[in-house]
C-alpha cells in the first residue's frame, strides 16, 4: 500500500472549523517534525473533496482529484499507518446539497442531487451522492477499536479549573420519552453464523419476493443482527409525545443521529416532522409533495419551498400556535430542533443538556425544561438514567469527580453504524427474511408499508481485539471495568457468549463486571461522584455516546478527549476528540475574524502520533517530540492559553503561537537529544522575543469579515492569508 513516497505522518484535511485551524497549526507541526526527518503529509476527506473524487468524469483534469478516502482504506489495513484524524462533516442531505452547490458556483459542473431520480442517469447520480453522505468515513478508517479518555493533563486542569454546570432540582420536569414496543430494540434478533456464509435479505410480499439486497458476506463467527421500527407504532408514540409536551407546559426536543445513522435516522426524523405538522399534510400534502417537500429535509427546506403559498403557511402557523413550544437551536433565527436533521445530534445535545440542568433555549429565548424525545429504546436509558440520577443527586461536582474512560467496539463497521447498505424504508406489506448461502432463514420479520428495517453485524475478529483491548486497559489503570451489555436484548447476549469465554481464559473474570445500559450509567456515575475512575466497555453506538455524555460532564467538552484506534493490523488511528466540527466558529470567523476553535485535541492526537512513530521505527528524536508535545499542552492549560469565545480576545491562532512557543521551550529545555536542542534554542528565543509583535498581530486583524473564499471548499491561499496573519511568526516558522 504505502511507498517510500508516503509522508511518515498522514494529517487528514477535513471540513468547517478544525480545516481552518489546520491551515494556522499544520505549518507549525511540519516545521517541528521536519527536526527528527519526519515528513507530514494530507489526505483530503472533506465532504467537498469526497464529492470532487466521485464525479471526475463531470471535471476538467485541472479539477480532477483523487479518492483520498479510498487510499487512507487500504493504507489503515498497514503496519506503519499512523493517521491523525479530524473532525469531517457526516453530512446530511440539506449539506450534501449546499456543498455541490457552492462548488458549482466554484466552476465545478457538477450534476445536481436528483431528491426524486427517474431516469436511469439520475438514479446513478443518486446513489453516487448517497455514498458520500452520513458517516461515510469512519467507517472505512476505523479498522481497529478505540480506547478514548481524558488526557490526564486536560482532566487535572479541569478539576483544578471546574466549569459552570447548571443546577438540577428534584422538581424539574425534564425527562425522557422512548418507545416501549415497536422500536428497533423490541424487535430486535440476533444470531452468530457458524461458517462463513453469504445472505441475501428479501421481502415476500402478496405480489411475490423482491431481492433487498443480495451478496451480503459473513466471516465466520460474525454476529448478525435484524430488527425494524413500525411506522404505525413511531407515528402513534410522537402523536401521544407531542400531546404530553403539551400538557407539561415543557419544550419538546427530539434528539437523533441523522448524520451517522444516515439511512434510519432522515426517516424518523421525517416522521416526526410530518407529525408535528399533521393538519397541514393531511390538508396540503399533494400540494406540497408537487413543491418537491420532503419532510425527512426538515422544517427549513420545508418553509422554504412553500414561501409562495400563503394559505399553507397560514396553516403552519394555526398548528404551531397548537403544539407545545419547541427546544430551538437558534432562539434569534427562529430556527427550531426539526428545521435540519443535522442540526441536533443526540450524542453533543443531550449532554449539553444535562450539563445544563436539564434546560434547553426555547423560542422566547430562555431556558426551559425539556421533554427530550428519543424514539428507539436501545440507548435512550443511558440518558433517562443519567437525568434521573442528577434529579435525585443534584449536579456532578468537575473538581472531584473521577473519570469515564471508554474502550469501544467499532472495527470493521461493527454494529449499528455498518447497517447503511441494509437498511430499508418497506415498500410494502410482507415478510423480511435473511436467507443464508444453504438456505438457512437465519431471521424473519413481518412488516407493514412505511417500516424501517435494518440488518447490522460484528465480526469475530474485532470483537475479540475489543475484549482483550479491554482486559490491557484495565491491567494497565487497575480501575473498575464495566461491559455495557444487557442479556435480554438479543445482540448483546451474542456478545456477552464472546466475552466470558475470553475473560474467563485469561484468568481476568473478577476484574470484570456486566451491566445493561441503565445500570452501568448509574454504577459509573456513582463512581465518579466518588472521585474514583471507571472503564465503560461498550458497542460503537455506545461509545459514541458515552465519549461525549461524561466528558462534557467532565471537562465541558469532548473536543479536547485523547482518541487512540489501534489498528487491527498494528497501525495506529489518532483521533482529535468527539467535538464535531463546528459550524458556527465557521461563521464567527467569517463575521469577524475570530476563531474560537480549541486545538487541544489536535495537540494531544499530535502527541501520541510521535510516540508511535518512535516506537514503530525506533526514532528517539521523535519520542522526544511527543513528549515535549505534552509539556507544551501542559502550557497551554496552565497558562489558560485556549482560545476565549469573545472577539477581540485570544484565539485559535493566538493558541498556536503559544503552542510553537513553549514546545520549542520544551526542546531547548530537554537533555535526551542534544541536537533537537540546539536547533530550538533560537527558535524558541525568536518566539519569545517576538512575542508583543506577533501578539499585536493576531490581535489586530479581528473584528472585520474575514473572506475564505468558501465554506465547504476554501480558498487555499485566502485560507491562509487569514490563518497566518501574523508576518513575524510565519518568519520565524516558515
Known amino acids: 500500500m504505502s511507498d517510500k513516497n508516503t509522508p511518515d505522518i498522514i494529517y487528514t484535511k477535513v471540513d468547517e472549523a478544525p480545516e481552518l485551524a489546520s491551515a494556522s497549526l499544520l505549518p507549525i507541526v511540519r516545521k517541528f517534525a521536519q527536526a527528527a526527518g519526519i515528513s507530514v503529509g494530507t489526505k483530503d476527506i472533506s465532504l467537498a473533496g469526497r464529492i470532487l473524487a466521485t464525479f471526475p468524469e463531470a471535471l476538467t483534469e485541472e479539477q480532477r482529484q483523487s479518492d483520498d478516502l479510498a487510499w487512507l482504506g487500504d493504507y489503515v489495513k ?57 458517516s461515510a468515513v469512519n467507517p472505512v478508517l476505523r479498522e481497529g477499536n478505540s480506547d478514548r479518555r481524558a488526557a490526564a493533563a486536560v482532566k487535572k486542569f479541569a478539576q483544578n479549573n471546574p ?62 443482527d435484524a430488527t425494524y421500527m413500525s411506522a404505525d407504532k413511531l407515528d402513534a408514540f410522537l402523536a401521544e409525545e407531542i400531546k404530553k409536551t403539551k400538557d407539561e407546559g415543557v419544550l419538546f426536543s427530539l434528539h437523533m443521529k441523522a448524520t451517522m445513522m444516515k439511512v434510519s435516522d432522515p426517516i424518523i426524523f421525517g416522521h416526526a416532522v410530518k407529525e ?55 432562539s434569534d433565527k427562529g430556527i427550531t ?47 433517562d438514567a443519567t437525568i434521573e440520577y442528577f434529579k435525585a443527586n443534584g449536579k456532578l461536582n468537575p473538581a472531584t469527580a473521577g473519570t469515564v474512560q471508554n474502550i469501544g467496539l467499532m472495527a470493521q463497521k461493527a454494529e449499528e453504524y455498518g447497517s447503511h447498505p441494509t437498511t430499508f424504508e418497506i415498500p410494502t406489506d410482507g415478510t423480511v427474511k435473511m436467507v443464508l448461502d444453504d438456505g438457512t432463514v437465519l431471521h424473519s420479520h413481518d412488516v407493514k408499508k412505511g417500516d424501517i428495517w435494518r440488518s447490522a ?27 455495557w451489555l444487557d442479556e435480554t436484548r438479543a445482540h448483546d447476549a451474542e456478545l456477552i457468549s464472546f466475552v466470558k469465554p475470553i475473560l474467563e481464559a485469561k484468568g481476568v473474570a473478577d476484574k470484570f463486571e456486566i451491566m445493561a445500559p441503565r445500570e452501568a450509567t448509574i454504577a459509573s456515575l456513582e463512581t465518579i461522584t466518588k472521585g474514583e475512575n471507571t472503564i465503560a466497555i461498550t458497542g460503537n453506538v455506545l461509545r459514541d455516546y458515552l465519549t461525549d ?120 529545555a530537554q537533555s535526551s537529544d542534544a541536537e533537537l536542542a540546539a536547533e530550538f534554542a533560537p527558535i524558541a528565543k525568536a518566539l519569545a522575543d517576538g512575542e508583543a509583535k506577533i501578539v499585536a498581530e493576531l490581535a489586530e486583524v479581528q473584528g472585520k469579515p474575514a473572506d475564505i473564499g468558501g465554506y465547504y471548499h476554501a480558498d487555499p491561499k485566502k485560507l491562509s492569508a487569514v490563518m497566518r496573519p501574523s508576518e513575524t511568526l510565519n518568519a520565524i516558522i516558515g
Open 549 to 668: 455524555l461524561f466528558p462534557i460532564l467532565e471537562l465541558a467538552t469532548s473536543a479536547k478527549m485523547l482518541s487512540i484506534v489501534k489498528l487491527m493490523q498494528g497501525g495506529g488511528l489518532f483521533e482529535t476528540g468527539a467535538g464535531g466540527s463546528a459550524p458556527k466558529h465557521v461563521q464567527q470567523l467569517v463575521e469577524e475574524n475570530h476563531l474560537r476553535w480549541d486545538s487541544l485535541g489536535e495537540f494531544c492526537a499530535l502527541g501520541e502520533s510521535f510516540k508511535f512513530f518512535a516506537d514503530q521505527t525506533d526514532n528517539a528524536k521523535a519520542r522526544v517530540l511527543g513528549e515535549t508535545v505534552e509539556t507544551a499542552t501542559q502550557g497551554i492549560l496552565d497558562n489558560d492559553r485556549s482560545p476565549s469565545r469573545k472577539v477581540g480576545e485570544p484565539d485559535n491562532r493566538a493558541s498556536h503561537y503559544w503552542f510553537a512557543r513553549y514546545w520549542a521551550d520544551a526542546l531547548a
Open 78 to 134: 498497514t503496519p506503519q499507518a499512523n493517521v491523525i484524524k479530524l473532525p469531517n462533516i457526516s453530512a446530511s442531505v440539506p449539506q450534501l446539497v449546499a456543498a455541490v452547490r457552492e462548488l458549482q458556483g466554484q466552476g465545478y459542473a457538477l450534476p445536481d442531487y436528483p431528491e426524486e431520480p427517474k431516469t436511469d442517469e439520475e438514479k446513478a447520480v443518486r446513489a453516487k451522492y448517497d455514498s458520500i453522505k452520513g
Open 457 to 483: 453485524s460484528a465480526r469475530k475478529a474485532p470483537i475479540e481485539d475489543w475484549v482483550n483491548l479491554a482486559i490491557d486497559r484495565q491491567k494497565a489503570t487497575g480501575y473498575r471495568a464495566i461491559f
Open 276 to 330: 408535528w405538522l399533521k393538519p397541514v399534510f393531511e390538508k396540503y400534502g399533494d400540494k406540497m409533495k408537487s413543491l418537491g417537500v420532503d419532510p425527512a429535509s426538515g422544517m427549513g427546506d420545508l418553509l422554504e419551498r412553500v414561501k409562495g403559498e400563503p394559505e399553507i403557511l397560514a396553516a403552519i402557523e394555526e398548528v404551531r400556535d397548537q403544539r407545545p413550544p419547541m427546544y430551538m437551536v437558534n
Open 163 to 224: 466549569h459552570r454546570m447548571g443546577e438540577w432540582t428534584a422538581d424539574s420536569k425534564t425527562r425522557v420519552a422512548t418507545m416501549s414496543e415497536g422500536d428497533f430494540f423490541s424487535n430486535e434478533l440476533s444470531a452468530t453464523v457458524p461458517k462463513a456464509s453469504t445472505a441475501k435479505i428479501v421481502l415476500e410480499g402478496a405480489d411475490g419476493e423482491t431481492i433487498l439486497k443480495d451478496g451480503v458476506s459473513y466471516p465466520e463467527g460474525t454476529v448478525v
Open 337 to 383: 430542533n426539526l428545521h435540519v436533521p443535522s442540526d441536533v445530534i443526540i450524542d453533543a445535545s443531550m449532554p449539553a443538556l444535562i450539563r445544563a440542568g436539564g434546560k434547553g433555549w426555547g423560542p422566547d429565548n430562555k431556558e426551559h425544561d425539556c421533554v427530550c424525545v428519543i424514539p428507539d429504546s436501545s440507548y435512550a436509558p443511558v440518558y
